[in-house]
């Protein structure tokens, strides 16, 4: 009885480690240099008034991030690089996943220890 939910966490953790959970780290380089890495798929910019924007598949074109506001988002979105304070990007965070995955494999086992002590009544 014991090793379906064993096996039913093993695969969740799997399925979240490929995944992934992501974070927004700040960068402490320029805004230019952040968006000429390639694989910048987002990024949030923090401006002066401490309000913030995120930006999807961002471009660097002249002096403005040119992207999209949401992920799945048709419209434009054109911030100037005069407006950022400061610019985050999405990475994956290690810790993150690994702590959900260890709460996934602490509830389950925890669900089936209970459903053990039930089996004997």
């Known amino acids: 009885m014991r090793a379906v939910p064993v096996r039913m966490a093993a695969m969740m953790l799997l399925m979240l480690a490929g995944s992934g959970c992501r974070a927004w780290r700040v960068e402490s380089v320029p805004p230019r240099e952040v968006l000429r890495n390639p694989g910048v798929d987002a990024v949030r910019v923090t401006r002066f008034d401490k309000s913030k ?40 965070s290690l810790g993150r996943t690994l702590l959900i995955g260890l709460g996934i494999v602490g509830a389950v086992t925890l669900y089936a220890l209970l459903q053990e002590l039930n089996q004997g009544y």
């Open 53 to 92: 924007v995120e930006i999807w598949d961002p471009v660097l074109q002249g002096d403005s991030i040119v992207g999209h506001p949401t992920e799945r988002a048709i419209a434009r979105l054109v911030m100037p690089l005069a407006q950022v304070e400061t610019i985050a990007v999405r990475k994956k």
